[in-house]
């Protein structure tokens, strides 16, 4: 299965929203067994989401890449953007691409992809978007059509009590300058292994993530690695999210156009469809570069990809209400989603990254290289503050370090989930 790129951004309350997916083996003859009304909703749905195109490739992994009138694409669905104005590059002098003067092809044995599989099968033509087709048999996997292509809930946060325990969840604060970290295992259904920098205000963030093609249990779970830039208070937080993710069936997330919100600018990206290639253990690693920035002119968040930073397009300010100003806190790591964790037993078997352990470094391990943020200095640098956190150190792990003592340290994480110490 080939990687996809993917992104999410929201201003709903807990953010990204993601939908549950029950398997079903598909074959011939399944829809004698779905309801009428089912399958008329179906179509329904299937109509809202398949924007009616100018063209349509079909790409050798089975994909169909609709080209879809920019002016008709899913963004505009979104209330917020009825009368949205298209923004269709970044304004030149303020949102500076993360063109890092430090970053040397030379120092990395990583191949950074910047094609899709797609591409093999020809390119949207000028004034239209790339956009994944939608399947009638992903939507007759899923449980609910109205949530189809979206996160989980997020709850508020637990209480704490007088001794600083939190309700149900054993898990000790974090402390980076100054400012007390509240671990994602309030989060139902994910675990989370990720490098965090917060207490500043974030305008941008980027990094290199290793891609792989790691193990998934089943179709409602899913492996992801990517950046976070949040702002807000837990309960009502503002998220913009860009990586990569796996899973069984590939129907969960806003990762690509499903939901309406982020307004595509680029005829060259296709989000939700198959990265090229993956690494392999001791083989060729191949990596993505991708970045997230705020224009200061329009406050929109670009995002960027490739090595020349082309721009995919941007979440409108128009979505958002504490990223408007910045972002707060800011994560690259990796995240799993699934029901069997955190004491359910069997613990799932999804693995998160390569599937190895962080320790076993370069070739085995999944990274992210050249973390960088973007702050009111209007430089991209390293974060002066960071702090390495697992959720379930038992199952995936995180750590960084530097190939040689003067280096920058590189981000590992991942591990197998279930294992002899995590049941």
């Not at 879809?68 to 500076?96: E, G, S």
């Not at 191949?286 to 941007?314: A, C, E, R, V």
Request: with cysteine; proline share 6%; net charge neutral.
């Amino acid at each position: 299965m080939g990687r996809r790129v993917g992104f999410g951004g929201s201003a709903l309350q807990g953010a990204l929203l993601l939908c549950t997916v029950a398997f079903a083996v598909l074959s011939l003859g399944v829809e004698g067994v779905v309801s009428k009304q089912k399958l008329l909703e179906v179509e329904r749905k299937l109509k809202q989401l398949n924007k009616t195109p100018v063209k349509s490739i079909q790409s050798e992994d089975g994909d169909i890449i609709d080209c879809v009138d920019i002016y008709k694409q899913p963004a505009f669905d979104h209330p917020a953007l009825k009368n949205h104005k298209i923004q269709m590059r970044p304004t030149p002098t303020q949102a500076h691409p993360p063109l890092m003067e430090d970053r040397k092809e030379k120092d990395s044995s990583a191949i950074t992809i910047v094609n899709q599989t797609w591409h093999r099968g020809g390119s949207c033509p000028e004034g239209t978007v790339p956009i994944r087709r939608v399947k009638k048999s992903e939507l007759l996997r899923a449980t609910s059509l109205e949530r189809y292509g979206r996160k989980p809930y997020i709850p508020p946060p637990a209480k704490k009590t007088e001794t600083g325990q939190i309700h149900g969840v054993d898990k000790m604060y974090a402390r980076i300058n100054g400012t007390h970290i509240l671990p994602s295992a309030l989060e139902p259904n994910r675990t989370t292994s990720y490098l965090i920098t917060q207490a500043y205000n974030y305008i941008g963030a980027s990094g290199d993530i290793n891609v792989w093609n790691p193990r998934v249990e089943a179709d409602d779970e899913f492996s992801t690695a990517q950046i976070w830039v949040m702002s807000g208070p837990r309960e009502e937080f503002d998220s913009a999210e860009a990586g990569w993710m796996d899973d069984s069936s590939w129907k969960t997330g806003c990762f690509n156009l499903v939901c309406p919100g982020f307004v595509q600018t680029s005829r060259e990206v296709a989000l939700g469809a198959a990265i090229s290639a993956v690494s392999s253990e001791m083989g060729q690693q191949y990596q993505i570069s991708l970045s997230i920035y705020m224009d200061l002119d329009t406050k929109n968040w670009w995002l960027g990809f490739g090595p020349n930073n082309i721009t995919i397009g941007y979440w409108p300010a128009a979505i958002y209400g504490y990223l408007k100003h910045s972002g707060t806190m800011v994560k690259w790591g990796g995240e799993v989603y699934s029901s069997k964790i955190r004491g359910v037993k069997p613990h799932t078997t999804t693995a998160m990254g390569s599937g190895n352990w962080a320790s076993y470094l370069w070739g085995h391990a999944c990274f992210i290289q050249h973390v960088r943020i973007r702050d009111w200095s209007l430089t991209w640098k390293y974060p002066e503050w960071v702090y390495a956190m697992a959720d379930e150190a038992d199952c995936y792990g995180i750590l960084q370090s530097r190939p040689r003592p003067l280096d920058e340290p590189i981000l590992y994480f991942g591990g197998p989930g279930r294992n002899n110490f995590c049941q």
